[in-house]
């Protein structure tokens, strides 16, 4: 007798107990495909959806450096190989105190299916430390990326498994995690993406994610006969993913009025325009401090403690920050004040009963996988010029982000309606990339 939903999850929570983050990823794409085993028993049968929430491998390792004042440090590193059915293995790197086993599996599952979006080759990992850069200098911020790359050197390689940056990981970390892999291995290879442009990285790379997520907001939008153009933005966060957001609203004729790091989030009613935002990314990349400085410095309202969505005023809403930032509570408020559109710049910003209840109010709703798959979307890219040993321009590269953001809007769009759901991008982004998983799956045998 074949499984049903009830059970597969059961088994899931009790294989991974306590990683509740990894139980939420995994319902939210079984409770969309579950009803396709009707039309494809098969998959049940091969244990497909059994076989995808095992990751293929899971390396975790010790991190010993030595700190500026001379004191040994240990952290744990991770990396989770979920998935290489449709490419080699590929997703970002996080550091964060928070990251855990949990964290990490359901980022990686994410990844598998986001990836399978973009259209591309590409498998889905992930990785990371418990690392905290903040407060760190570049010195140890180095010392900490050379001993982590000391380990992942021996499991990474361009043709199986080429790591990326996300939360914590930017510009500066790539750069020493790249310099001490060459070291090792007396090799340049494209084994990292977001590199920088002088040594392999692509133009368009950084922008990629928050551009990414606002062209998929404008295709929702457009769907309706409408456009950005004219609307208010909110946004949380303003790390890599938020500025680069508020850039693409501003270029398609938007205004973003919110910004938020972990203490709070600033209002600007007057819109944060190129030359504010300039600012943010010193703030933010440079100087590395907090977004209280915005209100003091710009003269407008700050609210500690806060998240940006009871503001009024908008119709448009993009988490950019982090899991789990946009609960139940929040999304009555978007309602109440008029959302139309929800697109997680983030990966799984939304809760779960927040996300149903969105779609239920008749807001638009884009799921991370789909919305926010830009940035590996253009990680793609940046592999296949290292491949040809090439670089193309700003323009081409931004054409194609375009034209991968509207494909990926297509694919969900078309999936929702052919499952009878129309205007549901989470049973559309999740039927649609597990498909493409599925099929390569059983086509490659029981390995
Ligand atoms: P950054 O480290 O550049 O910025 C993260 C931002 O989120 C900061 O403003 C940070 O504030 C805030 N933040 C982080 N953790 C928390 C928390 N626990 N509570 C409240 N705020 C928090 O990361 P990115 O912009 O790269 O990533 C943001 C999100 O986008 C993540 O979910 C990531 O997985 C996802 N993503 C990123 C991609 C990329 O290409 N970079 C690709 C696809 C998805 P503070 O400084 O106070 O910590």
Redesign the pocket.
Known sequence: MLQTLHEFMDDVVERSAAQFEFHQAVRDVAESVWPLFDRYPEYLEEKIPHRMVQAERIIIFRVPWVDDTGTVQVNRGYRIEMSSAIGPYKG?LRF?P?VNLGILKF?AFEQVYKNALTTLPMGGGKGGADFDPKGRTDHEVMRFCQAFMSELFRHIGPHTDIPA????V?AREIGYLFGQYKKLANQFDGILTGKGTAWGGSLIRPES?GYGTVYFTEEMLRAQGDTIHGKTVLIS??????QFAVENVNRLGGTAVTL????GFIHDPGGIDAEKLDWVMNLKNVRRGRISEYAEHFGVGYYAGQKPWGVEGAQVALP????N?LDVEEAKHLVANGIRVVAE???MPTYPDASRLLIDSGVLFGP?KAA?AG??AVSGLEMAQNAAFTTWSREEVDAKLLGIMTAIHRSCRETAEEFGVPNNYVVGANIAAFRKVAGAMMDQGVV
Not at 165 to 168: H, K, L, N, T, V
Not at 237 to 242: I, R
Not at 260 to 263: A, I, Y
Not at 320 to 323: K, L, M, R, S, V
């Open positions: 970002g964060h928070s980022l940056g996300d939360i914590g930017g994610t966060g303003s790390g890599n993913v938020a938020s790091d972990s203490d950019c920050a982090t899991q930032e710049g983030a990966n991370g926010n940035g590996v």
